[in-house]
C-alpha cells in the first residue's frame, strides 16, 4: 500500500462568510466557493495549500433543509471558527481500514460523496465515513478522487502550510494509532484534543486550532 498523503484540512465555521473574509484580511487571499454538499446540510470554500492539498472552510447551508443526521465535521453547536477534522489520500481505502482495525482504532465504513462545483461540474470521490471520528478527530480520515480532478487545481494559491500537528490528553496511544495506519503527525500533550495549522500568505502567518 502506498502511504497516505495529505488532502485537506477542514477548517468548520458556523458563517462561512465571515471566515471567509477573515482569512483573507490576514492571509492575502481569497476563498473561493467550493460547491454544497447536498443532503448533508453544508457548503463549503477552498483555500489552496499546494499543488495537491488545500484548505476546506465548512459550514452549514441555509439553502438546504436540516438533514436527518448531525452536520460533518462538528458543525453543530459550533459557535467559533476551528480546525475540527482532516483527510489523508489513498488510492487503497479498503486495506486502511483494515490496518485500523488491527490497530484498534475505528474508521468509518467506505462511502460515496459527490458534490457539484461552483460552475456546475460533477465531482466525485470515495472516502472514509467521515461522521466516524476516532481519538477527537485527531485520527483523519481517507479519501481517494478517483478519476475527478483534485480540488487543489483549482483552489487559488499563494498560502503554504507550514506545520501541523496536533495534541491530546493520551499522546502516545494517539501516535500510536497513527503510526500504525502510516500517518506522520507529531502529537504532544495537550489539555484537549486540538489539531493546529500554521498557514502563510502575503500578509503573514495564522495559527488555526
Known amino acids: ?102 490497530a484498534g482504532a475505528r474508521l468509518g465504513p467506505v462511502e460515496d460523496g459527490q458534490r457539484r462545483r461552483a460552475d456546475g461540474s460533477p465531482l466525485a470521490w470515495r472516502f472514509t465515513d467521515p461522521h466516524v471520528t476516532t481519538a477527537d478527530g485527531i485520527v483523519p480520515f481517507f479519501i481517494d478522487w478517483g478519476a475527478s480532478a483534485h480540488p487543489a487545481r483549482s483552489a487559488p494559491t499563494g498560502v503554504s502550510l507550514l506545520a501541523l500537528r496536533a495534541e491530546h490528553p493520551y499522546p502516545a496511544g494517539v501516535a500510536s494509532l497513527l503510526r500504525a495506519i502510516g500517518v506522520d503527525l507529531p502529537v504532544t500533550r495537550g489539555d484537549r484534543p486540538a489539531l493546529i495549522a500554521v498557514l502563510e500568505g502575503p500578509r503573514g502567518m495564522v495559527e488555526l486550532r
Open 1 to 102: 500500500m502506498n502511504r497516505p498523503e495529505l488532502d485537506h484540512l477542514v477548517y468548520a465555521t458556523p458563517d462561512l462568510e465571515s471566515t471567509v473574509d477573515a482569512l483573507e484580511a490576514s492571509l492575502g487571499v481569497r476563498a473561493v466557493e467550493g460547491g454544497r454538499h447536498i443532503g448533508e446540510g453544508t457548503r463549503n470554500a477552498l483555500l489552496g495549500l499546494g499543488p495537491s492539498s488545500y484548505l476546506e472552510i465548512l459550514g452549514p447551508d441555509p439553502g438546504q433543509p436540516a438533514p436527518g443526521r448531525p452536520l460533518w465535521f462538528g458543525l453543530e453547536g459550533l459557535t467559533d471558527p476551528r480546525l475540527t477534522r482532516w483527510a489523508m489520500r489513498t488510492g487503497d481505502l479498503e486495506t486502511i481500514g483494515e490496518r485500523a482495525r488491527a
